[in-house]
């Protein structure tokens, strides 16, 4: 797939490293992004610091022109401390990410070929812990098909997958997780504009990320309620685990290995294995404990209820620069949205719906699907509004969501309706 920056690189100028400002926007690197300390593929030049770092890197740079007059506190949002936190992740939710894909297929279309990879998925998650299981082995060509499959999705349209994770299996939790954590990542490092190399390899890290439970006991897994410190001393071990068989398949991608390795580290430092603290852990680890805390908590497991996905960003958000990269963290609230694809809301019509699509500038107007009327009765042929087209073409009347709600309240699958 041809990317949007690809075709353009010609329009940004190559600068020496030598010569660079504070407040110049950098598109592209003389060097792959993960190589490097900065995470956002485009960012302002904020200091002297950055300036150096640059220059310890690289020998030259492009830069973008165009997106000088744009306020360089882009990723920064000023927030003043008597807000909520939910107030707080709307208006990081507000910004926007990379420009370097765009959504080549309606998520209507797109949702049909999602569905069929996630089944395929299912099955080749299923064979590929079967056999770590059994011989202690990864099957490297299924774990990279399956990646490649569902990072070709997430490429046309990441709304499709978005909608399938809703679908929630206790009994299933580590294929389900394994499947979402791979979709999640390819979603999120396609919203910073990682290149599609950098996304399959990181996608695979997180499709993996788990591989080392088929060496923990059933019962240790299924076991219900918070467990003992013997028993997480005995599932932290999962790690160690998963490195063995990785380490043992030729021809791996260091960051497939680095994500497993990493996933678990915190940024203060009180994560596991290894207790790695700030800078020390790779980009690719702090993105894969962000996708993999994720979808953890909005999903069901054996002693664990879930949350909304809305509730979920606003835990981890106050979780910054302790568990998770600040600057990552607003990165991922703006990627999925305050009302991420897939949740149940509540409109100031009194109307019911579910997120369907993001809008990709405007995260607080999304596409959403309505299936009951204020009276809570439902819609005999539910319909789908864009809510920022709604108001632009009323011209003032503002049909926007109130408030996130738990299905399981009004005892409603969200994916009765789009599956």
């Given at each position: 797939?041809?990317?949007a ?5 010609s ?7 030598c ?7 950098i ?7 993960l ?6 593929q ?8 950055e ?28 927030i ?7 107030s707080?992740?709307k ?12 959504d080549t ?12 990879i ?9 064979n ?6 059994s ?7 299924d774990a ?7 990072v070709?999705?997430v490429?046309?349209?990441p709304?499709a997958?978005?909608?399938l ?11 389900t ?19 599609e ?7 695979m ?9 088929t060496?923990?006991?059933?019962s ?6 918070t467990?003992?410190p013997?028993a997480?001393k005995?599932?932290?071990s ?16 260091p960051?497939?290995?680095d994500v497993?390795?990493?996933?678990h580290e915190?940024i203060?430092?009180?994560g ?7 800078e020390?852990?790779?980009v690719?680890?702090?993105i894969a404990a962000?996708v993999?805390?994720?979808?953890a908590m909005?999903?069901t497991?054996?002693?664990k ?7 979920a ?7 910054r620069?302790t568990?998770?990269h ?6 991922f609230i ?9 949740s ?9 719906g579910i997120?369907?699509?993001?809008n990709r500038v ?6 959403v699907l309505?299936?009951?009327?204020a009276?809570r ?10 809510l920022?087209?709604y108001?632009?073409k ?9 408030k996130v709600?738990?299905?399981?309240e ?10």
């Open positions: 797939m041809q990317s920056l690809d075709n353009n690189i329009s940004f100028e190559k600068v020496s490293c010569d660079l400002k504070v407040g110049m926007y598109q592209e690197l003389d060097r792959p992004w190589d490097t300390p900065f995470m956002f485009g960012f302002y030049i904020r200091d002297a610091e300036i150096e770092t640059l220059q310890g890197y690289c020998e030259y740079v492009f830069i973008n022109r165009a997106q000088e007059d744009i306020d360089p506190g882009i990723f920064h949002t000023i003043e401390h008597e807000q909520s936190t939910t707080r992740v208006a990081i939710a507000i910004k926007t990410g990379s420009d370097r894909y765009i297929v309606v998520v209507e279309k797109e949702l049909a070929t999602a569905r069929r996630y089944a395929e998925s299912s099955k080749a998650i299923e590929i812990f079967s056999t770590a299981h011989d202690s082995t990864v099957n490297l060509d990279s098909e399956t990646t490649s499959n569902i070709d999705s490429l046309r349209n709304d997958f978005m909608l994770q809703r679908m929630k299996s206790k009994d299933r939790y580590k294929y997780h394994a499947i979402n954590c791979c979709a999640l990542a390819a979603t999120f490092c396609r919203h910073m504009g990682f290149n190399a950098e996304i399959q390899d990181i996608s890290g997180a499709l993996l990320l788990d591989i080392g439970i060496k923990l006991p059933d240790m897994i299924d076991m219900q309620g467990l003992n013997l997480m005995l599932v932290r999962h790690v160690n685990f998963g490195l063995e068989m990785l380490d043992k398949t030729p021809d791996l991608p960051t497939v290995r497993l390795l990493t996933h915190r203060n430092g009180k596991y294995p290894n207790a790695l603290k700030g020390q852990i790779p690719c680890g702090r962000i993999d805390c994720y979808d909005i999903s497991r054996p002693y209820e879930r949350i909304t996905p809305t509730e960003v606003c835990t981890m958000y106050n979780w620069n568990d998770f600040e600057d990552l963290m607003e990165q703006q990627c999925i949205g305050a009302y991420p694809t897939g149940l809301v509540e409109l100031n019509s009194g109307q019911v997120v369907m699509s993001q405007r995260r607080l107007f999304p596409k309505l299936i009951l009327n009276d009765i439902r819609y005999e042929h539910p319909n789908t509004v864009d920022w087209e108001t632009q009323t011209k003032g009347t503002v049909l926007e969501i109130k709600i738990d299905a399981d009004l005892d409603i699958d969200p994916s009765d309706y789009y599956l």
